[in-house]
């Protein structure tokens, strides 16, 4: 157990935990998950801003032990798709995952594995939204300001990436009259 992370004090306006390793992805990561293809060359070429960043809290690896990461989204839109993560399921499929919301506005699209039943739910402001194991899940910053959040998820989750760079999720969101809208891809 590492006991310089059982008590950490976590920045919601900046999305820092000073001394969490930060994982960055900026627009060249994202290759793959907008649907709207030429809009996200027009963008490459125009520049690789980050997108998002991740602080991740590993506090103890034992069964039945949690891990937390705070993310931060930045305010943006590749054509009418709003910045995004990668999304992913969790490499231990059962694993749930709480989020909840600290600063700024954004959506979770969820996409059930076994169904591909999609849902697309509010992560505000003390929002809290839940994860089932088995779910693909992206987040996405939909307001003008960083989107910061929690996710607290079991230690043994693990991420894989694979099916979604494989296959994308089904549905993708795109901004209609100044709202989220899920559309299929
Ligand atoms: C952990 C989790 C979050 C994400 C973060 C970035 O299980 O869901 O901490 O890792 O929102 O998203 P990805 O990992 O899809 O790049
Ligand atoms: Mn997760």
Redesign the pocket.
Known sequence: MNNTLLSTHYNPTTGEIIGAPV?K?YLVDLRGCFAGGAAYAVALARGNPLL?S?A?VAPADGEGDL?????V?YPGKIGDEYYM????L?AWRP?G?F?FGLRGAGVMLLEDEATGASRLLPLTVNAVVY?PGHTA???MNTGAEPLV?L?V?PAR???D?GV?AERNFRMCVVERDGLPVMIKR
Do not use: D, N, P, Q
Not at 67 to 71: F, I, P, S
Not at 85 to 88: M, R
């Open positions: 994982v992805r998002y991740v991740s891990h937390y990461g705070l993310g989204i993560t990668k999304g992913h969790h694993a995952e989020y994860v899940h992206r987040t959040y996710g998820y989750a693990g991420h990436y979604i």
